[in-house]
T-cell receptor, first 111, second 111 residues
């Protein structure tokens, strides 16, 4: 089967750093994406890793280790507006771009 | 720039009624198009994807169908809705090797 595992909930305080892990088991792998979704809203793209290593975009970074089937999203200098659900998603096909999503991690940022 | 439109935003339908949700993309040509369903508090489940006009692939057996009558138009349909069809339906588009971008979604309630 195909599965992605990520923690269901994470809580942190404003200004802190939080890491959301994702492990995956899929029949095809072309990259790992991260999406943010606020309550009632649509998912918005955060980052994508096709190769091993760290990708940095402002306060957010994403890491991938293909040999370990593992990645994480790192959020620094947390702000209240970062409270949302975060989904990892495996790109399972090169030509169709199909994504397989994890169940999401709800991040609650406290003052 | 590219934009994606989904409508309606909210829909309440009785069991057994038909359904038609529409998604259109502007500012790009020959995009890959996707329909997802999201249950409350859960991840996104890919329902259908399309790599071109008239080309539809179904990911899960269900009560729904999809069509792509024009390059940038993707329609999700049902002849008779079931209670289990309730959920948040999201359309997404992507160019090859680029991230998927989501519409604002349709929240469907079946009574």
């Amino acid at each position: 089967g195909q599965s992605l595992e990520q923690p269901s909930e994470v809580t942190a305080v404003e200004g802190a750093i939080v890491q959301i892990n994702c492990t995956y088991q899929t029949s095809g792998f072309y990259g790992l994406s991260w999406y943010q979704q606020h309550d009632g809203g649509a998912p918005t793209f955060l980052s994508y890793n096709a190769l091993d290593g760290l990708e940095e975009t402002g306060r957010f970074s994403s890491f991938l280790s293909r040999s370990d089937s593992y990645g994480y999203l790192l959020l620094q200098e947390l702000q209240m507006k970062d409270s949302a659900s975060y989904f990892c998603a495996v790109k399972a096909s090169g030509n169709t771009g199909k994504l397989i999503f994890g169940q999401g991690t709800t991040l609650q940022v406290k003052p | 720039s590219q934009t994606i439109h989904q409508w309606p935003a909210t829909l309440v339908q009785p069991v057994g009624s038909p359904l038609s949700l529409e998604c259109t993309v502007e500012g790009t040509s020959n995009p890959n198009l996707y329909w997802y369903r999201q249950a409350a508090g859960r991840g996104l489940q890919l329902l259908f994807y399309s790599v071109g006009i008239g080309q539809i692939s179904s990911e899960v057996p269900q009560n729904l169908s999809a069509s792509r009558p024009q390059d940038r138009q993707f329609i999700l349909s049902s002849k008779k809705l079931l209670l289990s069809d309730s959920g948040f339906y999201l359309c997404a588009w992507a160019r090859s090797n680029q991230p998927q971008h989501f519409g604002d979604g349709t929240r469907l309630s079946i009574l």
